[in-house]
């Protein structure tokens, strides 16, 4: 399936795939300095573009376990749809389960 891409800020970066079998595709904050993000607050991150989704399907942000362990940042709401009529760009809701500022 291919995806149009819309590039919102020249500094985005196009989603990649680590490995050709991954299921899917990386998504990369594009922010113009760096954030804090406090204990028990949620922050949206800009990725700096906007996916056509095709008809009938829908877009789906899920956690990398890696971010969870390693900075105990997660999703603000578990799993980000994103549905086939949306075409602004795309944000990222990450919350902050730890006791310090990342």
Do not use: W
């Not at 891409?5 to 795939?17: E, Q």
């Not at 056509?52 to 942000?61: K, L, N, V």
């Not at 994103?82 to 500022?101: M, P, Q």
């Amino acid at each position: 399936m291919n995806l149009n891409i819309k590039i919102i800020d020249t500094n985005a970066i196009i989603p990649t795939k680590a490995h050709e079998s991954d299921a899917g595709f990386d998504l990369y904050a594009c922010l113009k300095e760096p954030i804090k993000i406090f204990p028990n607050e949620n922050y949206l991150i800009p990725t700096g573009i906007a996916i056509q989704i095709p008809e009938h399907h829908f877009g789906a942000i899920y956690p990398r376990s890696g971010l969870a362990h390693k900075s105990h940042l997660r999703l603000s709401n578990c799993v980000g749809v994103i549905d086939c009529g949306y075409n602004n760009e795309i944000f990222v809701s990450l919350y902050n389960d730890s006791y310090t500022e990342v």
